[in-house]
């Protein structure tokens, strides 16, 4: 019910609420230990940021999931995302809060969280599946999957059991990356989109035009570097042939099945179109787009990173207090990728005078305009 009398900023924050929660397992604040506050306020900072940026991940994601997505829509799925990039990027400086707490401070109280787990956060788990992390890589937590962990714990745990449920309501969405990639599918490739007719030509002839010109700069590069830096001619050769094969393996999408193989085809010619022409009017939303879900993700590998390293400054390599392998499971978490292809066509770009020419590029002009 409302308090009576005008709104007050204690009662808008709910703070009586709020900073009633720092109590610790005794349900008492005067029982923790010196620096067991310190430990509970840095954590449920973290979940409280998580919260916001799950909320924005998913205003992007609806944004980018509509049938059609009108090139003023754009900006407002960049404005969320990089509130959740901004959201990260402060989540990592917290970590210097964290690593005020030095070793002996920490085990005065660590053995009291055995067997809890910064794994058992299902926000991070909400996050990264509203993000659209493929199931099947996940980093496991020795031989135990995140999320079936997480399923484990809602057999005897209320409140796991809204957390599952929170988790279960998020695999059943539709996922940024999912999102994404339909998008990158409807996008004019050369003036042509996928409903036009001879569509498949037009595509087809934009990756064999940029192939040629890729194998064509590897084939130069091939023979300019080994006479200025003297190295073997022969292994050089062989990493651009490697290059040259890779850059063609991923553009015709020789890495997925056959069924998935033309659709994943466009989407990938649609993200290097984008890139490779990403100073056209009509493009230059859609650019930054691509660049801010890269920044998103890049800033939560930064966070896993450097969540690694105030583990390891403060306990070393122990055993983790939820029985994983500690820095070492949190350490391969860190080499984990969910927008793969955007990821992997910058190392296939082009410089812009070794792109082919596009005649098409009035049809990426804006509309309108005067005299």
């Known amino acids: 019910m409302p308090a009576a009398g005008p709104p007050n900023y204690w009662d808008y924050l709910h703070l009586d609420q709020l900073l009633s929660i720092q109590d610790g397992l005794e349900r008492d604040e005067t029982q923790l230990k010196p620096d067991e506050l310190h430990f509970i306020i840095v954590h449920q900072a973290f979940e409280l940021w998580f919260k916001l940026a799950i909320r924005e991940l998913r205003l992007a994601r609806d944004h980018l999931a509509e049938p059609r997505v009108p090139e ?32 002996q401070d920490f085990l005065a109280f660590r053995d009291k969280l055995v067997p809890a787990s910064g794994f058992q956060s299902f926000q991070m788990r909400v996050l990264e599946v509203l993000l659209g992390v493929d199931m099947d890589k996940r980093v496991r937590y020795g031989d135990v999957d995140p999320i079936a962990h997480i399923r484990k714990l809602a057999e005897t745990s209320p409140s796991s059991a809204v ?21 990158l ?3 004019p490739i050369r003036g042509s989109g996928p409903a036009d007719p ?22 130069r590069q091939a023979v300019a570097m080994p006479a200025a830096l003297g190295v073997d001619p022969a292994k050089v050769g062989e990493r651009f042939a490697l290059a040259t094969a890779q850059a063609r393996s991923f553009l015709l999408a020789e890495d997925v099945p056959e069924p998935d193989r033309d659709r994943t085809r466009r989407v990938r010619a649609a993200l290097v179109f ?5 100073e056209l009017p009509l493009l230059a939303w859609p650019r930054l787009l691509v660049d801010t879900i890269v920044e998103t993700e890049e800033q939560l590998v930064l966070w896993r990173h450097r969540h690694a390293r105030m583990v390891e400054r403060v306990i070393g390599r122990r055993i983790g207090t939820g029985g994983s392998s500690g820095v070492e499971y949190l350490d391969q978490t860190t080499a984990m990728r969910i927008f793969t292809e955007l990821w992997t066509v910058r190392t296939l770009l082009l410089p812009r005078h070794e792109l082919p020419e596009l005649p098409e590029a009035s049809f990426y002009a804006f509309a309108g305009g005067g005299a």
């Open 274 to 278: 984008i890139e490779s022409y990403r």
């Open 198 to 219: 001879g569509d498949a030509a037009v595509v087809t002839a934009f990756v064999d035009d940029y192939l040629a010109r890729v194998a064509d700069l590897h084939a």
């Open 72 to 103: 003023e829509t754009v900006p407002h799925v960049v404005h969320h995302l990089r509130r959740v990039t901004t959201i990260l990027r402060l989540a990592v400086s917290q970590f210097e809060v964290m690593e005020t707490l030095t070793p």
């Open 163 to 183: 957390a599952l449920g929170q988790l279960q309501q998020a695999m059943a969405e539709v996922t940024l990356k999912g999102a994404l990639q339909e998008w």
């Open 185 to 187: 599918y409807r996008t």
